[in-house]
């Protein structure tokens, strides 16, 4: 079922509704327009389709009973502040491709971010809650999970311990000194684990860590951004208002 448009990245993107059986997701994944497909549960979706329509795929399979839930009665996304984008005008509406239109180009799902184009000491972290980062580049700006991140269980989708070491580097200004993760060798497997996955999805094959320095622990080369006044700039008006009305954050 076609519900309508919204835009991605100045992008048309088409929102559907599946039955959730393996014959309509399959159906789904062969999709060639950008897309969103609304799954009610996650019982056909094996280990390929997860791995092949992530968050960062063309076609991208998103299960609700893992993003909706009820707050003072009403129905509302529990994976803010991603909202969904405003929809486009009627205009913007293009069902197939056109006779001598530009064909849209895909996006493979393992794409680095940013086109692989930024270096670490480009990069700006905030921590926006306990499952959500916001990276900015330049103008540009992502909204990142540990899914996101390849930082997440394959069947549970909940954070592992290199997505919670990321979050301790944006909560103390870049700086990592702590026992938290274990021992020093836990430490270090765990830094470990978090360098390479941050490597591949950024593409940078630099260090995203400084060497360690003793009694200091290890600085991230990426800058971290914090403070209220910057993570209220970063809630677009959508997660404003639901987090207003949850009571996560003053009204303007």
């Given at each position: 079922m076609h519900l309508g448009w919204f835009e991605i990245d100045d992008e048309p993107c088409a929102l559907l509704l599946v039955a959730g059986d393996a014959h309509s997701l399959t159906a789904a994944a062969r999709r060639r327009e950008r897309a969103v497909v609304l799954v009610p549960t996650d019982g056909s979706m094996t280990p390929e389709l997860r791995r092949r329509h992530g968050s960062r795929a063309r076609v991208r399979f998103v299960v609700l009973h893992d993003c909706l839930?009820?707050?003072?009665?009403?129905?509302?996304?529990?994976?803010?502040?991603?909202?969904m984008p405003p929809p486009l005008p009627s205009r913007a509406h293009v069902s197939r491709a056109q006779p001598g239109a530009p064909r849209a180009r895909a996006t493979p799902s393992d794409a680095p971010l940013f086109d692989g184009r930024a270096t670490w000491?480009?990069?700006?972290?905030?921590?926006?809650?306990n499952q959500t980062l916001l990276v900015r580049f330049e103008r540009r700006s992502r909204r990142l999970n540990a899914q996101d991140l390849g930082l997440a269980g394959a069947v549970s989708r909940k954070p592992r311990a290199p997505f919670e070491m990321l979050l301790a580097f944006c909560e103390n200004d870049g700086w990592l000194k702590t026992r938290r993760?274990?021992?020093a060798r836990a430490t270090k497997t765990t830094l470990s684990r978090l360098r390479a996955k941050l490597r591949a999805a950024f593409g940078i094959d630099a260090d995203p860590f400084h060497e360690f320095k003793a009694g200091m622990g290890w600085r991230a080369r990426f800058h971290v951004a914090g403070g209220e006044e910057e993570r209220d700039r970063a809630l677009s008006p959508g997660a404003r208002a639901v987090l207003e009305r949850a009571g996560k954050v003053r009204p303007r």
């Open positions: 839930g009820v707050h003072g009665g009403r129905v509302c996304r529990v994976d803010l502040p991603v909202p000491e480009d990069l700006a972290f905030l921590k926006l809650d993760f274990g021992s």
